[in-house]
């Protein structure tokens, strides 16, 4: 599995430039007016991992398939889409479908690029859209908690449930923080994520700065870092316009060019690795012959679960599976080098797979 994030932010921030140069494509129409992006464009990328190259060099792996990231550009908000202004109920809409939000912050000067407020302070629009994911939120909850008085009535379990996860949100709402900062029992876990609210979807702060700011960041991505340091929320770093350049050149050239602007690796490498750190996600990897695969797991995975992600028969035949860390796989040149160095493991039901593992499964079918 990978997983989905939105691109979201006040319009003219930057978002479909950065969705361009993810997904390599001139899918969203980079424009300087308000809904330039009227319809969520949907691209995928593949995660860069070196460690999967370096396997499949070491098995001699006829093909190489990465794992994959599904990014959504979301049509610009503006205040008050709470109520349906601009395109507001469509943004609600499509930013439920996430599983995180990539916040994309203005952090630039520019005078050719209106700013719909007349003004740059990411901070500042931070707090806007934050506010109309809250005013949303707190419309869902009431309407639900309407709808289910009768079942509550009658005694109805889930609802009783249901009732006491909205009305902890609506707690933390009117105190004015989002629901994510409520705490949440194991036994609500999968109640509590079937609400769907806006605000518990983890943010991950894009500065979008200028060029010239890419590597050290401004005065404007510096209160961006406190706030989000303050919220217990991660930030990156990242000027959308080199990103597109970077995805129009070839892989030698765009080293080159990354070296001259001062940067160790190109922004949707950081972009993605703060995401996987966000949702708690991880990698592992299948390698033979025939193919070297990286595949996406959630930290603390069961090995049958990982097992499933790749076919559902894996996981309901699960036997075992034979392990080998990433590092043992490399330094003893591959699987037949591990074992003979008895780096090989058969682990259980039980074993939590690690990022990097190199498995292989034996089930029954």
Not at 137 to 155: A, F, H, T
Request: proline content about 3%; hydrophobic content about 45%.
């Amino acid at each position: 599995m990978g997983f989905k994030m939105g691109i979201v932010g006040l319009p003219n921030v930057g978002k479909s430039t950065l969705f361009n140069a993810l997904t390599k494509t001139a899918a969203a129409q980079a424009a300087n007016f308000p809904f330039c992006t009227i319809e969520p464009n949907v691209g995928e990328v593949a995660v860069p991992d070196p460690r999967l190259y370096k396997l499949a060099d070491i098995a001699k792996s006829r093909e190489i398939i990465p794992t994959r990231m599904t990014f959504v550009d979301i049509a610009g908000l503006v205040k008050g889409a709470s109520k349906g202004e601009g395109l507001g109920n469509q943004f609600l809409a499509n930013i439920r479908e996430v599983d995180a939000i990539a916040h994309v912050l203005r952090c630039f000067e520019d005078g050719d690029v209106t700013h719909v407020e007349g003004r740059v302070d990411p901070v500042a629009d931070a707090e806007t859209i934050e506010m109309e994911l809250m005013l949303a939120d707190m419309e869902s909850i009431e309407k639900r908690l309407q709808n289910i008085v009768r079942k509550i009535r009658g005694g109805d379990k889930e609802a009783v449930q249901q009732e006491r996860l909205l009305k902890a949100a609506m707690d933390a709402l009117e105190a004015g923080k989002p629901a994510r900062v409520v705490e949440v029992d194991a036994e609500d876990a999968k109640a509590w994520k079937m609400l769907q609210l806006l605000t518990t979807k983890p943010v991950l702060y894009v500065c979008n700065v200028g060029e010239a700011e890419a590597a050290n960041g401004n005065e404007h991505s510096a209160k961006v870092t406190e706030m989000a340091a303050s919220q217990g929320n991660s930030h990156v770093i990242i000027s959308a316009q080199i990103e597109e350049e970077i995805s129009q050149l070839e892989p030698d050239e765009a080293e080159m060019f990354l070296s001259e602007m001062g940067l160790e690796e190109a922004g949707l490498d950081r972009l993605i690795r703060a995401g996987y750190d966000l949702l708690h996600l991880q990698t592992y990897f299948t390698v033979g012959p025939k193919e070297a695969r990286a595949w996406t797991i959630k930290q603390g995975t069961l090995a049958p679960q990982a097992a499933g992600v790749i076919h559902g028969d894996f996981e309901k035949g699960f036997i075992r599976a034979e392990t080998i860390a990433y590092d043992d796989f490399v330094a003893l040149n591959g699987e037949q080098g591990a074992k003979e160095a008895g780096k090989m493991r058969a682990e259980g039901k039980a074993y939590q797979v690690k990022d990097g593992d190199v498995l292989h499964f034996l089930f029954n079918t």
